[in-house]
């Protein structure tokens, strides 16, 4: 009996082990945990005094490729972002807030299904304000901050953010975000494929 | 209360932008006049300015260039503000000139583009007058325009368009504005301007 109960507790601390380590972010194998010296994870996005960016845009998801224009707008509240074609015909309209929820406010028929409409927004997600949680995970890796916070990866150089990786569960990667040197941002999603590529607009209005 | 208040003024918006607008009394007349008109379209030219109003933005979004078209259906829009670019619609074919890329793809596969090709060269050619199938249709006017609304019996075009305006100007017969209105109450406006009819365009344009 003695035997069978060092073993169960021997067996439930290597199962506690595994379990615990198990749930640690995969890409953050090896790093060490540290406090992280920040609020707020600040959005890729340019955004003018007003609270206003405008980019061009180009999707090309589906077999469709639609180019355009997205625009982001920041409240008090929450962050809003529509995309919209050349013709000015609205694809999409989303809110986010400043926990990471999403509403979708309309997206266009030929794009309304389930899967599509999250993973427009989690993508979108990706380059917007992270609220610093206990959930969110800091480390140190050379001269890189790393940020683990809701699935995403983030990747900061010099305070900015670079790069950016989304995960489903602990290994999946299901999309990444690059910043390119000419500000423009590349967001590539690999199941289903969708990229967008988006570029800032300085001289948006008159 | 807020969306209540920026419906208003968005409404007060349009209705500032379009002018005081009527029913239009005797539209026979004004369709046969049009129809005299549009037929004899072989090309057009013309500058175009596009104006997207949004329900959460406080000015529109801008955007300008000039347009070309040339019968059956070859189409250039080339956006010159607030940045440089070009779509063709040619045959068929769709191709888009970007910051030095070119991407063409068949136009059958975009059914977005598509559709919007078929409302425009309609609206030049004045086929969509008489498109009893796809559209019923309202007649307004202001002192200067004729405003002809087309409210789509597609079930998915009306998903996101619940009506096409066209301003056909009294004077000239030339279509002057293109009005797409969205379900939400945001709405584009196309206004076109230095028209120029049936003059030779050339093959490069399109290319």
């Known amino acids: 009996m003695s035997f069978n109960k060092k073993v169960f507790t021997a067996w439930l601390l290597i199962v506690l082990v595994i379990g615990l380590y198990s749930c640690a972010p995969s890409p953050l194998k090896g790093l060490e945990k540290q406090t ?17 960016a405008n980019y061009r845009c180009h999707v090309e998801a589906f077999d469709q490729l639609i180019s355009g224009m997205m625009i982001f707008k920041k409240t008090e509240l929450n962050t809003r972002v529509l995309m919209m074609t050349d013709f000015g015909l609205k694809v999409l ?34 380059l917007l304000d992270q609220q610093i949680s206990i959930n969110t995970y800091f480390y140190q890796k050379f001269d890189s901050s790393l940020f683990y916070h809701q699935k995403m990866l983030f990747f900061q150089k010099d305070g900015i953010t670079q790069k950016v990786k ?41 | 209360m807020r969306s209540i208040f920026i419906s208003m003024i968005l409404s007060l918006s349009s209705i500032l932008l379009m002018g005081q607008v009527v029913i239009l009394d005797n539209p026979d007349f004004w369709i046969k006049k049009i129809n005299e008109k549009t037929q004899d379209v072989a090309s ?11 329900s959460f933005l406080e000015e529109p979004v801008v955007s300008k260039g000039k347009f070309w078209f040339h019968e059956p259906n070859q189409i250039r829009w080339e956006y010159q503000y607030p940045y440089l670019y ?7 074919l769709l191709t888009v000139k970007d910051e030095g890329n070119e ?25 969509l007058l008489s498109d009893d199938e796809h559209y ?17 019996k597609d079930m998915q075009l009306l998903s996101y368009l619940d009506y096409m305006e066209i301003g056909f100007s009294k004077n000239t017969l030339e279509v002057e504005t293109l009005l797409m209105h969205e379900p939400s109450g945001d709405f584009t406006k196309m206004n076109f301007s230095n028209i120029i009819m049936n003059q030779t365009i050339s093959e490069d344009v399109f290319q």
Do not use: C, W
């Open chain 2, 86 to 92: 070009t779509i063709i619609m040619n045959n068929g």
């Open chain 2, 44 to 54: 057009l030219q013309a500058d175009f300015e596009q104006q997207k109003l949004l």
């Open chain 2, 136 to 152: 019923s249709k309202k007649y307004f006017q202001t002192e200067g325009r004729i405003l002809i609304r087309f409210i789509p």
């Open chain 1, 36 to 52: 992280p010296s920040i609020d707020v994870l600040q959005s890729i996005i340019h955004f003018d005094n007003n609270g206003q």
């Open chain 1, 93 to 126: 309209d989303i809110s986010f807030t400043a926990n990471g929820q999403y509403k979708i406010n309309y997206i266009m028929k030929h794009f309304d299904y389930q899967f599509v409409r999250e993973s427009f927004a989690l993508n979108i997600l990706m």
């Open chain 1, 166 to 206: 989304r995960y489903r569960g602990k290994k999946k990667l299901i999309a990444i975000v690059k910043m390119q040197k000419s500000a423009n941002i590349d967001i590539q999603q690999f199941q289903p494929p969708i990229s967008m590529t988006l570029s800032p607009i300085i001289h948006v209005k008159k």
């Open chain 2, 103 to 127: 991407h063409t793809s068949d136009l059958s596969s975009n059914q977005i583009f598509e559709q919007m090709n078929s409302l425009i060269t309609g609206s030049i050619q004045g086929k």
